[in-house]
């Protein structure tokens, strides 16, 4: 069975966003059982954990001894695994892959960029200079995203892990309306949350705090 890494605790704006979210939710959708890992601050600097993550984060998973880090790999590795996540055609795993950077590579940065003002200097000076910048640079790439998505359900023609990223990516900014604010990326993004498998995935980890916090 895959074990999976997972934080004890985290800040409250944290809880919902924290990345072994995007595993849970592939092994939910491919039906894949799996356990918890659940590490705190002095268990990520360990030497057994950072074998299975270089650099102390989470998630990772250990699949039977074989071990992997970083979260948008391992959604892959699953995805591959099956075709409920990836188009059988080679040409449509490759699309999809190339929107899984996308969502990884492209949108990911400044969403988390204007994030990261927003929660933890939104009062310094050089952070109010800042943050007009950056709040252009997401809407520039989510209304790229946005005219992309205009006619279609999904990113390709069916649900697919470059969805499932691109979601977790879009939940990010919730200081704001950076993404409520363009219909399209929110319908999309409600979509893709109204799965069953994503809700599963929530629960279980914010399941997993409250378990820590009981």
Do not use: H
């Not at 849970?24 to 057994?48: F, H, M, S, V």
């Not at 590795?77 to 929107?99: F, H, K, N, T, Y």
């Not at 800042?130 to 790229?144: F, G, T």
């Amino acid at each position: 069975m895959i074990t999976l890494s997972a934080f004890r605790s985290v800040p409250p704006f944290a809880k919902g966003l924290v990345r072994d979210l995007r595993v849970r939710w592939a092994l939910e959708e491919t039906g894949q059982p799996y356990q918890t890992l659940r590490i705190g601050q002095d268990d990520k600097d360990t030497p057994a954990y950072r074998a299975m993550q270089p650099f102390g984060q989470v998630p990772a998973i250990d699949d039977d001894g074989f071990t992997m880090f970083e979260s948008a790999a391992i959604v892959m590795r699953i995805a591959e695994q099956s075709d409920v996540l990836a188009p059988s055609d080679a040409a449509g795993r490759s699309r999809m892959i190339a929107w899984m950077f996308a969502a990884m590579n492209t949108i990911e940065p400044p969403i988390q960029n204007l994030t990261t003002i927003d929660l933890f200097d939104p009062n310094e000076d050089w952070a109010k200079q800042r943050r007009p910048q950056a709040l252009a640079m997401a809407q520039m790439r989510l209304q790229s995203l946005a005219a992309w998505l205009n006619d279609r359900d999904y990113l390709e023609d069916r649900f697919t892990a470059a969805d499932l990223l691109m979601t977790t990516v879009l939940r990010i900014p919730r200081q704001c309306d950076l993404v409520a604010s363009i219909p399209v990326l929110e319908a999309y993004r409600l979509r893709c949350e109204a799965r069953p498998a994503f809700k599963r995935a929530l629960d279980a980890q914010m399941g997993d705090f409250e378990d820590m916090a009981a």
